[in-house]
């Protein structure tokens, strides 16, 4: 059964950086978009980013381009998330997730890890 | 940018009964392309219906999805008290890649 594994829950102040990691099955890592989902606190799920580890191909929402970075190991079948100047407004629990299916077109999530609570705070 | 709005925000049902969750997009959607969540407190979410209409491995078939243009639906028949979370719905394949709904939260 293909897990998706996450890192401990982080506590950040202001303008620190932070690498969170998401460790994925060797055997169907590199053929699968691993996808990045936010979820403040009380709020609803918002797709960060995607990374395809095979080629590295990256793709970011808008809303966040710019102030994370998505990259991935594929010798060593983690993705990563991270920030290189934390905001208190980045308080929040990240999910990693792989794509349904095993191609380049987009799908839906259907493996998600159990998330990363990141807390920043003076 | 397409914006999935689902109504309503909550709804308030009991065991048995049969919930119809809605999820409007602001411009017309490929059906292959529309997902339904379910996520329950302390959990990560979990996929139910992708293609708009097939369900994910696992899920029982007293969930169903339907729909397109516009406008798409998530049904649930014979509610379980299992069923009570909240269900957000996504649209995969535009720019941004992934967009949810605001979520619409099930309750007893």
């Known amino acids: 059964e293909v897990q998706l594994a996450q890192s401990g829950a982080e506590v950040k102040k202001p303008g620190e950086s932070l690498k969170i990691s998401c460790n994925g099955s060797?055997?169907?890592?590199?053929?699968?978009?691993i996808g990045w989902v936010r979820q403040m606190p009380g709020r609803g799920l918002e797709w960060m980013g995607s990374?395809?580890?095979?080629?590295?191909?990256?793709t970011y929402s808008p809303s966040v381009q710019g102030h994370v970075t998505i990259s991935a190991d594929e010798s060593t079948s983690v993705a990563y998330l991270q920030w290189g100047s934390l905001k208190a407004s980045d308080s929040a629990m990240y999910y990693c997730?792989?794509?349904?299916?095993?191609?380049?077109?987009?799908?839906?999530?259907?493996?998600w890890g159990p998330g990363t609570w990141v807390t920043v705070s003076s | 940018e397409i914006v999935l709005t689902q109504s309503p925000a909550t709804l308030s049902l009991s065991p048995g009964g049969s919930a119809t969750l809605s999820c409007r997009a602001t411009?017309?959607?490929?059906?292959?392309?529309l997902a339904w969540y379910q996520q329950k407190p302390g959990q990560a979410p979990r996929l139910l219906i992708y293609?708009?209409?097939n369900r994910a491995t696992g899920i029982p078939d007293r969930f169903s999805g339907s729909g397109s243009g516009t406008d798409f639906t998530l049904t649930i028949s014979r509610l379980e008290p299992e069923d009570f979370a909240v269900y957000y719905c996504?649209?995969?394949?535009?720019?941004?890649?992934?967009?949810f709904g605001q979520g619409t939260k099930v309750e007893i």
């Open positions: 997730a792989r794509q349904r299916t095993g191609s380049y077109a987009p799908d839906s999530f259907d493996i």
């Open positions: 060797r055997n169907s890592f590199s053929s699968y978009w």
């Open positions: 990374i395809f580890p095979g080629d590295s191909d990256t």
């Open positions: 411009e017309s959607l490929t059906v292959t392309y």
């Open positions: 293609g708009t209409s």
């Open positions: 996504q649209y995969y394949g535009d720019s941004p890649l992934y967009t």
